[in-house]
């Protein structure tokens, strides 16, 4: 009797975690920026809200049609999710909100 696991091999459950760590990511990048205010990108001194919306809507639809998690457009679609909640984000919240002093 063997023993396997039934999700398959080890890579193909790292597939599936890097997969779903990336949908969540450009998830919740496109809602927070779909959320905000257009003027508070221009008062970020980032780019405009249809420009990131753009992106995060296209890396979303490319992610889940024709992309795999480690091809070539997962990972423009992972880093464009990263640059949106590390550097935009905070900015836009500071903007909004005031800074958090």
């Known amino acids: 009797m063997s023993l396997t696991n039934p999700l398959g091999s080890m890579a193909d459950l790292v597939l599936i975690v890097v997969g779903i760590a990336q949908l969540a990511a450009l998830?919740?990048?496109?809602?927070?920026?779909?959320?905000?205010?257009?003027?508070?990108?221009?008062?970020?001194?980032?780019?405009?809200?249809?420009?990131?919306?753009?992106?995060?809507?296209?890396?979303?639809?490319?992610?889940?049609?024709?992309?795999?998690?480690?091809?070539?457009?997962?990972?423009?679609?992972?880093?464009?999710?990263?640059?949106?909640?590390?550097d935009v984000r905070p900015a836009i919240n500071d903007i909004l909100r005031g800074p958090r002093w």
Not at 55 to 74: E, H, Q, Y
């Open 27 to 86: 998830l919740f990048a496109l809602t927070h920026a779909v959320r905000m205010r257009t003027d508070a990108f221009a008062a970020a001194g980032k780019q405009s809200k249809v420009f990131w919306v753009s992106l995060l809507a296209v890396s979303l639809v490319l992610r889940l049609t024709i992309s795999s998690p480690l091809d070539l457009f997962g990972i423009i679609a992972t880093i464009a999710a990263i640059v949106y909640i590390v």
